[in-house]
Structure formats: C-alpha cells, structure tokens
C-alpha cells in the first residue's frame, strides 16, 4: 500500500526509487512504533547503526532525508572529456580494427590511458569502431577437460594466414600449446606446412623442453597416411611418425576440428593479435618474425596461460644416443650392390670402406637426408662415407618444326623371319631370281 493510500501527508512529490520507498515506510514504522531499528536493520540488509543514521535524517528532514544528495549530479567516477576524446583519437589513428580488449591493453601499456576495457567497448562501439558479436549459440561438442599435467598433451597445427598482411610472403605459423597449461610451448613461420618444418619446429621444443608423451594433431598427410597402400611407402607410417615413434613420443589424430578446439581458438588469437603486432613493429620477414616470436609467446603465456591441476612435468629429457639429426630427418631404406653402390634421388653413392668390404655386400643401409639435401648413410646406427656419382641424363635437342618428324623417326629393322630376309627383295610379284631366269634384268 502507497503512502497515499494509507492516507499519510507527503509534504512534496520527490522523485524517489523503490529503494527510497521502502525505506520511508520502514523509517514510519519505527516512527510510529511498530518496528524496532534491530527489525528494521535486518529488513533493509544494513547495519543498526546505519538504521539510526536514516532516522535521524529523516525526523529531520523527512522524505528529503531518504534520497541521496548526489541525485541529478555527475558521478565522481566519470571519465574527463579530455581523456575520452585522446582515447578515441588513439584509436581510430592506431588501433580501429583492434577489438575492445586488445586495444584497452594498448592504451595501458603504451599511452599510459587507464581505462576499463568494457568502457572502451562502449566507446568503440558508439563511434562505429567495433560491432557487437552476437549472442554465442551452445556448442554440440561436449566438453573436455584439460590434461592434469604440463607436457602430457601437446596439440600442433599449422596455420595458413597473411600474417603480414601484404607486406611479405604469405606464409604457415606452426603452433604448439599445452593442453594442460593453455600456454604456447612453440611457434615458428615456415613458407608452407611440410615435414622439414615440423621437424625444425619439433628440434626448438625438444631442446627447450624436452619430449612430451603425446602430440594431438589433425589428420593432416604429414602425421597419418591417408591412403590404403601409398607410394613408397611399406610401414604404413609417415616420415613424421618414423620420427616421433623412435623418440616414443605418440601421435593422436583428431577426428573434427572440433575435437582439438584449444589450438584452433588459440589460431585465432594469434592471427587477430600476432598480426597486429607484427604490423606495429613493422616486420615484414619470416626470419625477423621467427626472432620476436619468444618475446611474443612470454607475453601471450603471462596472459593466457593457466595453472596445471598437477605439477609433474610429464617431459622426458633427450637421451644421449637420440641424434636429432638423423631421427628428424627423411629416412628411406636401401639395399648395397655386391660392389658396395647404391643409388638415391637419380644419383648413385658409391661406399668406401676400409676392408674388403665383404660384409656390406647386399646389406640393407638408411639414407638419411635434412632439409639442405645433405645425404647421410647409416649401416647398423655407423655413419659411412661415400663417393657420389651424378646418374648422366640426356641432354634435349632443340629441333625445328620441318625436323620434327625426322627426329621422331625409328628406323625400321625386318624380323629375322620376314619374308624379305628370306626371298629377297621381290620384282612384279616375283623373287628376283626368278624374274632374272626368265630374261628379264633388274
């Protein structure tokens, strides 16, 4: 019921909120007696202290004791005209298609402008700099939990974007992040998404982290062998997987993009940042974008990156008899001839050896080759030294349209049973000696 209901005198109409409202007709009450300040305290949610505070100020003043002072005011927590006008013009000279938050951070740490990040959302947004995302529809995917330890699962990819956006090559980041931590244990810029690149990439981490226990990747051709039975291959496993199998470090393809949904939003992160802040810093090369990318992926950590339910760290250091530059590097098979020779990308090795060479006769060595073409001969884990003979190939002949056909032409050789081989050459029908029996000359 309504103080006017109730048939109590207002002195004036005050613009008072429910909050006002409650506490006049509670402060009436304690008025009138018929509830005590502790009843009172314990209705509105606030201290007995507090309740006498009201009180006084309402038998004072009455209604007008209840409404705060500051009604109609500004707020003392307003931001300075001035300050708003320098953030909106350091963003739209520097950061306009930065979103709130990246670009809230940009104006802390580099301008010195501390603003809230949902403040400058609201400013981007009234000035047309940023649009608001719709409402997130809920995922099918069910939920996975994180792994509970530090280098238990690593998820790699590799991502295709202009990561300098016109100013360089286009070119591939391969990602590596904990599954556990969320934190980037590698990032390196290759010119396209190959197994030399992966195993550059892999060589940084193993030396700087050691050997995780699993690395959780797509069903790229790099890591699984798509096809039933592929070319010269007999294992059934990729280059990649030879490689990660003698280090025990075990390989899980994905079955969705879905499913390894950590790396593919971290790709997202890092091409609407990363980008940005390559162009800040104005790199525009592979190779000084591979030399900022430890600064960037501390940074990146410090902010991202969470805590592991457990503190075991699930990498194994690498073993001395491990030679990284021979595991990570493209392996084939081969056989030696009886005069110790073999041949390898259309050139022939010949093996020096010290002895007689006996035992190397038809024994099955590895060819190793890394991503310069530096060639590698392994027999029973022993290096061997060779001799390289280039395999001659055949030089084209420029020839002219009239030749052509010369130059295409076979000579054509009879059988040894053909008729001309046996009779001769034939004159009206007839051998020719029998037309020279009958007076006729040839």
Not at 261 to 272: K, S, Y
Not at 330 to 349: A, D, F, G, M, P
Not at 392 to 415: G, N, W
Request: net charge positive; aromatic share 8%.
């Amino acid at each position: 019921m309504s103080p006017l209901e109730r048939g109590i005198k207002v002195d004036k109409l005050l613009p008072m909120s429910r909050k006002d409202l409650d506490r006049w007709q509670i402060m009436q009450a304690i008025k009138d007696k018929r509830m005590t300040q502790k009843k009172a305290a314990e209705s509105l949610g606030i201290t007995v202290r507090h309740v006498k505070r009201l009180y006084r100020a309402f038998r004072r003043r009455g209604a007008a004791g209840l409404v705060s002072g500051r009604r109609g005011q500004p707020s003392n927590n307003r931001l300075d005209p001035e300050v708003v006008k320098q953030a909106l013009d350091l963003i739209g000279d520097n950061y306009r298609d930065f979103g709130p938050t990246l670009a809230c951070e940009k104006l802390v740490e580099v301008h010195g402008l501390r603003i809230s990040d949902e403040t400058v959302r609201k400013l981007m947004i009234a000035q047309g700099f940023w649009q608001p995302k719709k409402a997130r529809v809920e995922s099918e995917h069910p939920r996975r939990d994180r792994r509970a330890c530090f280098g238990e699962l690593v998820q790699i990819d590799g991502s295709d974007h202009d990561w300098f956006e016109g100013r360089g090559p286009k070119c591939t980041l391969l990602v590596f992040i904990d599954d556990a931590t969320g934190q980037l244990l590698e990032l390196w810029f290759v010119t396209a998404e190959t197994f030399f690149g992966y195993c550059e990439a892999c060589r940084h981490y193993f030396v700087r982290y050691g050997k995780p226990q699993a690395f959780y990747s797509d069903r790229h051709g790099i890591f699984r062998v798509n096809q039933p039975r592929p070319r010269g291959t007999t294992s059934g496993m990729t280059q990649f997987g030879r490689a990660m199998n003698e280090l025990g470090v075990q390989i899980v393809c994905a079955n969705s993009p879905q499913a390894k949904g950590r790396i593919e939003r971290a790709n997202q992160t890092l091409q609407d940042r990363l980008v940005k802040e390559l162009r800040l810093r104005g790199i525009s090369t592979i190779d000084a974008a591979n030399a900022y990318l430890p600064e960037y992926m501390q940074d990146f950590n410090r902010r991202f990156g969470v805590a592991p339910r457990s503190d075991y760290d699930a990498h194994r250091p690498l073993l001395k008899s491990e030679n990284l530059d021979h595991i990570l590097s493209h392996q084939e098979t081969r056989v030696l001839s009886k005069n110790l020779t073999l041949q390898y990308n259309r050139v022939i090795y010949q093996i020096r050896s010290r002895g007689s060479g006996r035992a190397l006769h038809q024994a099955k060595v590895t060819v190793c080759e890394n991503a310069k073409g530096k060639v590698t001969i392994l027999y029973q884990n022993r290096q061997l030294s060779y001799t390289i003979f280039q395999k001659p190939s055949r030089q084209a002949e420029v020839v002219t349209s009239k030749t052509l056909d010369r130059q295409l032409r076979v000579p054509y050789i009879p059988a040894p049973d053909h008729p001309w081989r046996q009779y001769g050459r034939r004159l009206n029908g007839k051998p020719v000696e029998e037309a020279t029996r009958h007076g006729r000359d040839f």
